[in-house]
């Protein structure tokens, strides 16, 4: 019996280790070419929210690191530079809505100097299937709603949902969610305002990470 044992344990053994190597190899064989998908779907969302035809530097290479209140937490945030002719332009900012009905969402919001939304798009969010999650694109235009609209300061108070008296539509049955998102936006686009007297002093995402 113990012989049986020790064979089946060998045989269990080198099995393991089999697979394991072939895993490793499969990884080794796939990593660029997943890599490289990763790398065109960031691309493309980067895309949504500043339009390529805004920019002509490589935005993915212009990555810095953000921290401030006004970004939803204290949390590191990647911010990713646009610029046209060497000049800045615009930016597309990761950023947070901490007060999503179901918690924290959340979104990378590109924007000019000149506080003009440029895109919108929701990354991660928890809200309620059939309400809250209507901000995805896919479910809903709603996220669109928010290019070319123009943020004058911090009391302009259109910047808010029909609700609270601004001009962005709620769903029904869930204000919660698309109010988060309205702040979130608009305390963003206020601070990516103020980046052109930061950008030389910001880290960039490889020094910081």
Known sequence: ????????????????????????????????????????????????????????????????????????????????LARKNGQPVAAALETTAPDGYSGAIQLLVGADFNGTVLGTRVMEHHETPGLGDKIELRLSDWITLFRGQKVNGQDDTRWAVKKDGGIFDQFTGATITPRAVVNAVHRTTLYIETLPTKIDTLPTCGASE
């Open 1 to 80: 019996m113990l012989n049986s044992m020790k064979k089946h344990g060998i045989t269990l053994a080198v099995f393991a280790a089999v697979t394991t190597g072939l895993t490793a190899v499969v990884y080794q064989l796939t990593k660029g070419t997943i890599a490289h998908q990763a790398a065109l779907q960031h691309k493309a969302l980067l895309d949504q929210v500043v339009p390529a035809e805004n920019y002509d530097n490589d935005m993915q290479d212009e990555c810095y690191v953000v921290s401030d209140p006004a970004l939803g937490n204290s949390a590191p945030h990647h911010l990713y």
